[in-house]
Nanobody
Framework: QVQLVETGGRLVQAGESLNLSCTAS????????VAWLRQAPGEDRDFVAA???????TYYRDFSGRFTISRDSAKNTVALRMDSLKPDDTAVYYC??????????????????????WGKGTQVTVSS
């Protein structure tokens, strides 16, 4: 059993930065990667970023550099730093964990990748 809890979502103004955190607990043997995904109002869920647990390899939907994913293996946490936030970043941000073998890199970008565990999400609202 694995539990994921996201924290850090709140109301911010455009241009500000925000740090989200995902804390994993339970049996983490075999954890392959942790990802952040988001769902904006009226939109489908989108992949944001992922990081492999063992080596910290990162994957991003957008390589503009506004978002940065990182992990702290000692604390079993994964962070998502968001800079220069825009109103269209408004969404519920979810943390998800994937166990088992390493998938093909292209699979990380699929929003419907079959993650094994999900958090409940944290709301990020960006006002103009």
């Amino acid at each position: 059993q694995v539990q994921l809890v996201e924290t850090g979502g709140r109301l911010v103004q455009a241009g500000e930065s925000l740090n989200l955190s995902c804390t994993a607990s339970g049996r983490l043997d075999g954890l392959n990667s942790v990802a952040w995904l988001r769902q904006a109002p009226g939109e489908d869920r989108d992949f944001v970023a992922a990081i492999t647990w063992r080596h910290g390899i990162t994957y991003y939907r957008d390589f503009s550099g506004r978002f940065t994913i990182s992990r702290d293996s000692a604390k079993n946490t994964v962070a998502l730093r968001m800079d220069s936030l825009k109103p269209d970043d408004t969404a519920v941000y979810y943390c998800a964990a994937l166990f088992g073998p390493e998938p093909p890199p292209r699979d990380y970008y699929r929003a419907n990748l079959r993650y094994d565990y999900w958090g409940k999400g944290t709301q990020v609202t960006v006002s103009s």
